[in-house]
């Protein structure tokens, strides 16, 4: 999923059994979702190699145990990389 007014990415711990990563680096503490009142747990970070058509591009990602979709892609890397979505 894309959130564009997120400012971090966001995976959970079932999506990285399923893929490729290298080392989740512990870090635990707390990120404040958009509504100003949901806190999510963080279990550590992970650096990611995301593909977007024949790009590929590094994401660090922070590991918590559930979300509403698998992985989030925050609106930063979006900016950063001056990427468009049509």
């Known amino acids: 999923m894309i959130d564009t007014g997120a400012s971090r990415s966001f995976i ?6 399923r893929i490729q990563y ?19 747990d ?6 990611l190699i995301i593909q977007v058509r024949d790009v590929f591009t590094p994401v660090l990602a922070l ?4 979300l509403n979709a698998d992985f989030i892609l925050c609106g930063d890397w979006w900016k950063k990389h001056g990427a468009r979505i049509d």
């Open 42 to 47: 963080i279990l550590g970070e992970v650096r």
């Open 12 to 17: 959970t711990k079932r999506a990285l059994r």
């Open 22 to 40: 290298s080392q989740v680096h512990s870090r635990t503490s707390t990120a404040q979702l958009g509504d100003g009142h949901t806190t999510l």
């Open 63 to 66: 590991v918590v145990h559930s």
